[in-house]
């Protein structure tokens, strides 16, 4: 029967009609309400520096279809989050995260919705600018200045160089702070050809320096 509305209740009479015309209407039927699968959740998706967002409706009763719903499920990355309406996580540059949300009903089984976000690519081009301080001269009593541009803001990374070490070639690193405005300068001070601090020689006159992974230009 059509033109019925999932959740109501209804009532049926049957009347029996002939050339004579109509019969009396039978008992009427015990009340019943029609319905339908559970109504599939919307969820909206956001994603913004490293980080992506989901909202939808928590109330579980609001996707029910004529039967009242009896478990709502909501997972990130197939773990369960809390069913609060909103969810957000810092999954970093080039990432996708999805959101999947269930829904069953005491009858008419389940409707499940699956939406994805995904980060942009990191928005940074670093570079490392390395300069030889004092005089070359004089038993190489001089330093290198490595001037960082391009970083990520407020952070911290790792500068190294060439050493010579057991007659090969190993390296020496050290940690650099990041201003707000992703820049920093860093220097190594070196004394007959051994930086201060160290001791070990380093390998070269213009050595192979560089801060996570950027090498160095002179």
Same mark, same amino acid.
């Given at each position: 029967?059509?033109?019925?509305t ?7 009479t ?14 009427a ?9 559970? %109504?599939?959740? !919307? #969820?909206? $998706? ?5 980080t992506?967002?989901?909202? /939808?409706? *928590?109330?579980?009763?609001?996707? +029910? @279809?004529g &039967?009242?719903i ?11 989050? $809390? @069913?609060?309406?909103?969810?957000? %996580?810092? #999954?970093?540059?080039?990432? !996708?995260?999805?959101?999947? #949300? ?7 089984g389940? %409707?499940?919705?699956?939406? *994805?976000?995904?980060t942009? +690519? ?6 490392v ?7 070359p001269?004089?038993? /190489?009593?001089?330093?290198?200045r ?6 990520r $803001? ?9 050493? !010579? ?7 020496? *690193? /050290? %940690? ?9 300068v860093? !220097?190594?001070?070196?004394s007959?050809?051994v930086p201060?601090?160290? @001791?070990?020689? #380093?390998?070269?006159d213009?050595? $192979?320096m560089?801060?996570?992974g950027? &090498? +160095? *230009?002179?």
């Open positions: 029967m059509s033109g019925l999932n959740g109501t209740n209804y009532t049926f049957v009347t029996a009609e002939n050339a004579a015309g109509a019969g009396p209407a039978s008992v039927t015990a009340a019943g309400s029609p319905f339908g699968p559970p %109504r599939t959740p !919307t #969820i909206n $998706a956001n994603a913004s520096g490293t992506v967002s989901f909202s /939808w409706d *928590s109330n579980a009763q609001s996707y +029910a @279809n &039967r009242q009896t478990s709502m499920d909501v997972t990130f990355e197939r773990s369960a989050v $809390a @069913n609060n309406g909103s969810f957000s %996580r810092d #999954i970093g540059y080039s990432a !996708t995260g999805t959101l999947t #949300i269930r829904v069953c009903a005491a009858e008419g389940c %409707r499940e919705a699956t939406q *994805s976000a995904r942009g +690519a990191e928005p940074y081009n670093p570079s600018q390395a300069s030889q301080t004092g005089s001269g004089g038993g /190489w009593d001089h330093g290198y490595l001037t960082l541009n391009g970083f $803001a407020n952070s911290t990374v790792t500068c190294s160089f060439a050493i !010579t070490e057991g007659g090969g070639v190993g390296t020496q *690193s /050290w %940690r650099v702070g990041v201003d707000g405005a992703g820049n920093a860093t !220097t190594v001070q070196m007959d050809g201060i601090g160290s @001791n070990k020689s #380093i390998s070269v213009a050595p $192979a560089s801060c996570d950027v &090498r +160095a *230009s002179y």
